[in-house]
């Protein structure tokens, strides 16, 4: 037999909004549940050197799934008819709902770029059922700087184009090996997915004016951003810091905008710390 | 840097495939300099001085020459280091047809850093 | 804990032609293994519902991987250079490698369009190493009747594209549901993928010249092909069978090219009897 | 049959909003009779008989009658259910640019067969 990885990965149903989807789950390590979120337009396997890193999967049980549409998960039954579009709501109401599918007992909450956004709106609303989360590349507000409507045309290619304008996300510093591993994910999503997530990114998801209102006693916050971020950029990243009283926040040198993936041996540097700091601190 | 740019691009056979559907001159501004970059099914055939007014391109791309400057290092510093970052930072511009810029960013991205050094190590 | 299908999904490291592949693997169920080949630009989910049919799970291990570049299968270090074709070498070489690293003794082979014609290229090369095989909407030889170019362009969009060049090959009874998920496969594939696939499965895998040589004693083949399938049609399957003595050939009525995937429930009416036989009589 | 077009593409607003980018007109040839189908962001805003020599289209689709009547029945058999099909089967043709209907293949696909009755069950 090979020598497997010691990730494995399931499927199951799980119905959002009234919509059944075909999820695709997967997990590594036993300990405390570490929920990942990837980012927009792409899949688990960004995670997967975090889920192959003993220093984590000895004290976490590290999950990551695919978002309904995104990789191996499906989108709806129906879904020719539909235009996919990522909001705030739904998107809270996903991860909920595969939290509780799941069976995890509040969990620590990792994402990354709307991922990171995110967790900051579960932090507000649903501090309860989270031990801490972490929020790589999220601010609670961005600002967009292109048209969306480049990203899904007939007259341009699709994979091509998604990858292309998150290239420069990824910092010059980073392995090319793992660069391009990165970008060919965004190579791999479907027509209009990487755009119906920006939706969430770029505009729905801002929440500048709620932030401060994150108790952090309540749900600790951590926030990990790399330096040659463009969109999340270190910024906006202290910015949104100063607004959530006793958050943590950090820049991380010679790091783009997909972290974990992009350049894993220098993030596991930065995450390590944190990981180490909320299974210490947070019960 | 800009001389560069020709036998870079023209030596580097997986970039010219990628470029296989290119052929256009776009302009290149460099501070006060505007260049004319011709392009041939992804080879660059000439890279001249603008001298007429009417000499232009589908598209331009410009930025302040120190811009340029950080952007050909090995390891440019933030917001220098990518067409996309220097318009997210604004201080670079694209006008004209965009169409075909899109349609083949990541070849013109590399064509525009092609002069750049490989980073040491 | 959710209702988890019986797959359960693994990486490992494999290398071919002397490169290296991190390769995503699904199985299912116990006893003969039956090692699943998905289509050009397609991944492992195509045969997700065999994986959950209990008639084929307590007899058949179902084994199936994504091939490099496909799926979760990464491209190889420094793919950026590369331009993807797929050759009949390359692909033979990949599946042996598979077989070997998974340590697989005598598996039962089956695969669908390309992966179809591969397995007759495995019965005639490598007899003695697979119990029987199973060629869906596999001939030994098809004609092209388009150009491979417009697979992938800057000037069109490329998951959009090849959904659409295949999506008549669909059977026009099979269910909207199964049709629209098994386009999303093809919607979701990296650029230039299904036409480096199509390299294989229009000009480089002909061997209609070599098909009479294989000896259906030492490895039984079984030919089923759809009703609709315009590439691999009847009348190129019967061809193919009246050169391969001793094959068994069945076109499957309102079916197209993706029977597996297009229509399960009809599907399992073909392939049941023949999983049977093969388990009854092939030792 | 083909008086249908117009309608069902319209009243498809999944279908009109997948055409969004597409205004073009085409040329739908069934047997002897031409049609200028004409499309505006995605809607089907005329079809029309061919009256003149140079009324045209962007690129062409043609069929034998008996070969559309089949394809629009709502289970047609086999080399005649699709566009590709027939094509594959060397029963329908395409000429002219055919790079907008590459670009917009489903959606034409789906215009072509927008007359087609629902299947049973």
Chains 1, 3 share one sequence.
């Not at chain 1, 119905?15 to 999820?23: E, F, L, M, Q, T």
Request: net charge neutral; charged share 25%.
């Amino acid at each position: 037999m090979p020598e497997f990885e010691p990730i494995v990965g399931r499927y199951f149903k799980m119905n959002v909004a009234g919509d059944d989807y075909r999820i695709h789950v997967e997990e590594a390590g036993r300990g405390t549940p570490l929920v990942c979120l990837h980012t927009a337009g792409a899949d688990t396997r960004q995670y997967r050197h975090l889920m192959c890193d003993p220093a984590i999967t000895n004290h976490y049980r590290v999950i990551a799934f695919d978002l309904p549409w995104h990789g191996k998960s499906n989108p709806p039954v129906g879904w020719r008819d539909r235009e996919y579009r990522l909001t705030t709501d739904l998107y809270v109401q996903t991860i909920m709902a595969f939290c509780r599918a799941m069976a995890l007992e509040r969990p620590v909450v990792m994402g990354c770029s709307m991922g990171g956004r995110v967790v900051l709106h579960l932090a507000l609303k649903h501090a309860i059922d989270f031990r801490a989360v972490i929020a790589l590349e999220g601010a609670d507000r961005v600002e967009p700087y292109y048209e969306l409507d480049w990203l899904h045309r007939p007259d341009v290619n699709g994979g091509e184009v998604c990858a292309a304008f998150v290239s420069g996300q990824v910092a010059p510093q980073s392995p090319d090996e793992h660069r391009w591993e990165t970008l060919w994910m965004y190579m791999q999503s479907g027509p209009g997915i990487f755009k119906g997530d920006l939706y969430f990114y770029w505009y729905d998801g801002h929440f500048d004016d709620r932030s401060p209102k994150i108790d952090t006693a309540r749900c600790p916050v951590y926030l990990l951003s790399g330096e040659y971020d463009s969109s999340c950029t270190p910024e906006r990243t202290e910015a949104t810091a100063s607004r959530i009283k006793g958050s943590k926040a950090t820049v991380m040198e010679g790091i783009g905008h997909f972290p974990m993936a992009e350049n894993p041996a220098l993030f596991r540097k930065y995450i390590l710390p944190v990981l180490d700091e909320i299974r210490e601190t947070v019960r | 840097m800009i001389d560069r740019i020709r036998d870079r691009v023209n030596a580097n056979a997986g970039l010219v495939r990628r470029g296989q559907y290119v052929s256009l001159p776009f302009l290149l501004g460099i501070g006060e300099e505007d260049y004319v970059v011709t392009i041939e099914k992804g080879r660059v055939s000439s890279v001249e001085p603008r001298r007429l007014a009417t000499a232009t391109g589908r598209f331009t791309i410009r930025a302040a020459k120190a811009v340029w400057d950080e952007f050909w290092k090995p390891v440019p510093k933030r917001n220098h280091h990518d067409l996309w970052a220097m318009l997210a930072a604004g201080i670079a511009k694209i006008d004209g047809d965009l169409l075909p810029l899109m349609q083949n960013l990541q070849y013109f991205k590399d064509v525009l850093a092609a002069p750049r050094p490989p980073r040491e190590g």
